[in-house]
């Protein structure tokens, strides 16, 4: 049962009782009342009837008003004119009740004598008699109530509730009080309730609540007392997203596709002139990996306005979370992790008051690092973040401090000469804004060590949680780092310690240390612990800097870390919280059907060779034969001195037969599961292909980054030892297993099928897999074009597939293509991936194989202007050296290849490496992939690009930029075959300004890594790249759809 109660009418307590107001008043039987001090100096109307000035209290602030509380029914007649010691009595004395009315008016105030006075107050005038105090005699002990609990605290309520002891007999009665720390104080005693609301509190105030059992007598037992701290004025979640322009994406979550539109801001330089446009102002930043993404402020705000008024970033990120579906979620907080941004643990809904914890989102993170017991063997893990079992340390503050605690944490997870702001803190852009959204946010990070103990921090690694906000506000965030982290540091002042003095409730496993302040000017360590009772023991002495309180905490977590069992992955993380009461974002169905479903493919692979010859089984060796057979049937190079159709024939006849014996596998249990994965709705195949990504990349994962190790060192220090580099690339070929091999079987499932039954239900299943993926595509998911085992493209599945995704866009399909090639390893797929936010394959022990396209769809708003509905972006194999190769079509293939991405290019990037010998021989190969299709297509724009090279506008740019045209003019002259093809100069094959098409990408990485954020110098020139592309593709006349451009795809690729 509850009780509502105005805190406004029962203010000033001192147990003395109140009168009601006719429009407050209360209708019920046998209720106790409100009783506080003081005399009516108005009038008012008492239990119905007009009453002469009496009581009066001391309001709330300070001010003063008439008081009201709960009191039964009576007559007005029995309360002419009584003092405040009569009406006890008519209320508490229940004999009293049943007496006449002439009679009783005698009988209370012999009551009250007998009962509320003490002796002396007896003998008191009449006068003093409304200002006197209740005094309670002979209390004894009663049975204890059983803990209070907040079911809700607002601004200006609370509401509270306690359990009841079991033993009590008789009436159960409560004496609930409750003061602020101003001292104003409030009391009430009820009867069979046992939960209350208290309205009209102060904001952001803390407020002590106790409630004690009294009996008839007014007997008393010990009171259980509880604290809270109202929340502070906070604006709305809905004003919040009104004002930066989400508010509709609340209930239609943005998606990665939209976010990855092409728009006015990828075609002009657009100011920020309003808070709508930083969301994706923010968005686009951080898909480009700019470091600076946080920092936004609307450039419209003068240098006087109020600070109020501006967008806190964290308020914005939290905004952001709130209104994207949980696939942006995890490509927003990859990208965060990759900046070096501490990212959303526990994100707060204050519209809703609830808790999520980010699970999903943080599983595409992996990380490479070196802990200091694998250093002296140079062995780095490799670790898919979410899985890791780190000690967690957790940061938070209690009340105010005066430095920033994450600035401090900044400090503290930083290495020598690389500091970097992990976690957004008051000294940035913005960062001093009010946080109206965001406070409650629990964000983490880790620190990873690289090995090197010059370099680093910690020699072991850690995660590290930062709550936002004061622990006191957010008691639940709170209880949840103390019950799953290794040490809880707080940053509090000393005034404020006191709060510790009551730890009932607390479950606290963690070591927790107190960074104790003495008015913002020294710092002092101080353990805390809470068994057998409170006790602090200070472990530093007073600190006076930054530097030295860092230096402390240092030392204090390198000691914890030395012998630290308690160790945590956020996978068990995830089921801490659920017991704690806090949603966790995996808790879907679709989600949890789309788990067991990969589970069931990945579950059966032990070795991922014989899992491709056994399920797989359409691919590999018969697809490989096929492809050859289809190429060598246009290409003819063995055709020697045989008639061509005869021969042709031949070829037809071994391919039929092939066909054949293709068909009669029969549907292996990996791929039923996958197709079911596929086919099924949009939410739950996105989960699938999610899920079965990852366990894959688990899978696999070690044995592909011990052969890419291999392989890059034999690629520096060993290059002309080819055949044991050739056979490394062939074993990683063989143990790579992705998402790519599931799609090429799908590919020739499909080719096989138009030979079953057609009422067949694989045939019907086979049907429906092409508009499946022309959605995936849509979706941001990459398509293989070109197979790069078997140097082939199954035309019959790519042309369906884009055919399903002309239907889909509505025949607006009208596309422009920006191609890379280059060496291999030099980040092509990682520049592509920075520019457009696209997801080709990047980690590592992963290269691309053949040619990949993902779709970038182009906002209406500039469609006209840029000339096309979407832009295909199409990443290709790295090309490899001269030397690399074993044989004539091996080198063909990548010629091939290159050929096919520029022939389908409205603009060609060519990236080259820094190595002489390599570059030579990756120019050679590009440009014979222009001369090929200078009389076949239109010559694409070129551009040519240095990778991991930073180069200095003025002399020297233009040094480097004439020893390319040099080098290239040299590889056409010395080149036997292109002088076949008249070509004698660079014009002669491709439209190439030094001046605008020269590009030196600086390196990725501004540090060390693993804690080393992208660099900034590398992202501001990736944007200008992309700008620099954009406007090509504006001055690019073709238009071709989607049709065509199949055409185009099948009649280069026979012709080159």
């Known amino acids: 049962m509850g009780l509502r109660i105005s805190s406004w009418y029962l203010m000033a307590v001192r147990c003395e009782p109140a009168l009601i107001r ?156 409750w003061k602020s720390s101003k001292a104003v104080e409030g009391c009430i005693l009820i009867k069979d309730f046992h939960k209350i609301e208290i309205d009209n509190l102060q904001v952001g105030q803390q407020y002590f609540f106790s409630v004690a059992t009294e009996d008839e007598d007014g007997n008393l037992s010990e009171q259980v007392t509880a604290s809270v701290f109202t929340e502070s004025v906070r604006v709305s979640l809905s004003d919040v997203l009104s004002r930066i322009g989400l508010e509709d994406q609340y209930d239609n979550k943005l998606t990665l596709s939209t976010v990855l539109e092409i728009n006015h801001d990828d075609i002009s330089e657009n100011k920020l002139e309003t808070a709508k446009s930083l969301p994706d102002t923010f968005l686009k930043r951080l898909m480009m990996l700019n470091t600076n ?129 992990t976690f957004y803190h008051r000294n940035m852009l913005c960062g001093d804004a009010p946080r109206r959204i965001s406070d409650g946010l629990v964000e983490i990070s880790w620190y990873l060590p690289c090995g090197h103990r010059s370099t680093d921090k910690f020699p072991e690694p850690l995660a590290v949680a930062n709550l936002r906000g004061d622990i006191r506000t957010f008691d639940k965030q709170f209880s949840f780092l103390c019950q799953t982290s290794a040490a809880v540091y707080i940053f509090c002042d000393e005034s404020e310690t006191d709060y510790f003095n009551n730890p009932e409730g607390k479950d606290v496993k963690a070591k927790v240390i107190l960074i104790s302040s003495a008015q913002g000017k020294t710092f002092t360590l101080k353990t805390m612990t809470t068994e057998p009772c409170l006790k602090t023991t200070i472990v530093t002495q007073k600190k006076k800097t930054d530097a030295e309180l860092i230096k402390a905490l240092q030392e204090s977590i390198s000691k914890m870390l030395e012998n630290c069992p308690d160790k945590v992955s956020v996978v068990n993380l995830a089921d801490r919280a659920r017991w704690c009461g806090i949603l966790v974002d995996e808790d879907s169905d679709e989600c949890h059907s789309a788990w067991k479903n990969a589970g069931k493919i990945t579950k059966r692979i032990v070795n991922t060779s014989k899992f491709k010859d056994k399920q797989l089984t359409s691919q590999g060796q018969i697809w490989k034969k096929l492809s050859e057979l289809e190429t060598e049937s246009w290409r003819l190079r063995k055709v020697g001195n045989q008639n061509t159709d005869v021969y042709r024939d031949s070829l037809k006849i071994k391919t039929e037969e092939l066909r054949r014996t293709q068909m009669r596998f029969e549907m292996t249990s990996a791929m039923s599961t996958f197709l079911n994965g596929v086919v099924t709705s949009e939410v739950q195949r996105c989960y699938f292909l999610k899920w079965l990504e990852i366990d894959l990349d688990t899978v696999s994962r070690n044995k592909l980054s011990a052969l890419q190790d291999q392989y890059k060192e034999l690629r520096q220090k060993c290059p002309q030892d080819t055949e044991k580099i050739v056979e490394i690339d062939r074993q990683m070929s063989v143990c790579s297993l992705r998402l790519d091999h599931f799609f090429r079987e799908c590919g020739q499932l499909y080719e096989c099928a138009e030979n079953l039954p057609e009422h067949s239900r694989q045939r019907k299943t086979m049907e429906q897999l092409p508009a499946q993926c022309a959605q995936m595509l849509l979706d941001g998911f990459p398509l293989e074009l070109v197979d790069g085992d078997a140097a082939n493209i199954p035309m019959k599945w790519i042309t369906k597939v884009l055919t399903e995704l002309h239907n889909i866009m509505q025949s607006n399909s009208i596309l422009k293509v920006i191609t890379i090639i280059g060496a291999e390893n030099s980040g092509k797929s990682t520049l592509l991936n920075a520019m457009f936010g696209a997801r080709f394959a990047v980690s590592k022990g992963t290269c691309t194989r053949g040619a990949f396209i993902q779709l970038i769809t182009v906002n209406k708003d500039i469609r006209t202007a840029l000339g096309c509905d979407c832009i295909v972006i199409i990443d290709t194999e790295g090309l490899k050296p001269n030397q690399m190769f074993q044989d004539d079509y091996s080198h063909e293939r990548d010629k091939e290849v290159a050929s096919l991405a520029v022939a389908l290019s409205d603009v060609t990037i060519v990236s080259v490496s820094r190595d002489n010998c390599i570059e030579k021989d990756i120019l050679e190969t590009a440009l014979h992939a222009f001369t090929r299709v200078k009389n076949v297509s239109n010559t694409p724009q070129c551009h040519f690009l240095r990778t991991n090279m930073s180069v200095r506008e003025g002399e020297e740019r233009k040094k480097r930029d004439k020893e390319l045209v040099e080098q290239l003019n040299e590889v056409i002259q010395n080149d036997t075959w292109m002088k076949k093809a008249n070509i004698t100069k660079i014009s002669d094959v491709m439209e190439f300004d030094p001046d605008t098409c020269s590009w030196y990408i600086p390196p990725l990485w501004q540090g060390t890594p693993p804690m080393a954020p992208v660099s900034a110098n590398y992202s501001e020139a990736v944007h200008a790249l992309k700008k620099q592309l954009i406007g090509d593709l504006k001055k690019s006349r073709e238009r071709v759809d989607l049709t065509h451009f199949i055409s185009k795809v099948e009649h280069y690729w026979k012709g080159v």
């Open 22 to 177: 006719e429009e407050h008043r209360v209708p019920m039987a046998n209720l106790p009342i409100l009783v506080f001090s003081g005399k009516c100096q108005l009038p008012c109307t008492v239990l119905g009837c007009k009453h002469k000035p009496h009581l009066w209290m001391s309001g709330q602030g300070g001010g003063s008003g008439p008081a009201a509380g709960l009191l039964p029914s009576y007559s007005p007649l029995h309360v002419s004119c009584m003092n405040v010691e009569s009406l006890k009595s008519i209320f508490l004395d229940k004999k009293d009740k049943s007496a006449g009315s002439k009679d009783k008016g005698k009988r209370v105030n012999e009551s009250l004598k007998s009962i509320f006075l003490d002796k002396k107050d007896k003998s008191a005038g009449s006068k003093d008699k409304g200002k006197r105090r209740l005094v309670v005699k002979n209390t004894r002990p009663l049975d204890y109530l059983l803990q209070i609990k907040f079911l809700s605290v607002e601004p200006n309520t609370v509401v509270l509730s306690w359990g009841c002891p079991q033993r009590l007999e008789g009436a159960e009665s409560f004496r609930v009080e």
């Open 293 to 421: 993404a946080r920092s936004v402020r609307c450039e419209s705000r003068e240098v006087d306005t109020d600070k109020n008024n501006d967008i806190n970033p964290l308020d914005l990120i939290t905004a952001l979370f709130l209104c994207s579906d949980r696939f942006l979620q995890q490509d927003i907080v990859l990208k965060m992790a990759l900046c070096q941004f501490a990212v959303p643990l526990l994100l707060p809904n204050h519209e809703t008051r609830e808790i999520i914890m980010n699970l999903w989102s943080m599983r595409e993170i992996v990380r490479i690092f070196r802990p200091s017991k694998e250093a002296f063997i140079e062995v780095n893990c490799e670790e898919r973040i979410v899985n890791s079992n780190f000690p967690l340390v957790s940061f938070v503050r209690l009340g105010t401090t005066s430095l920033s605690k994450s600035q401090m944490l900044n400090k503290l997870l930083s290495n020598a000469n690389q500091y970097h702001d």
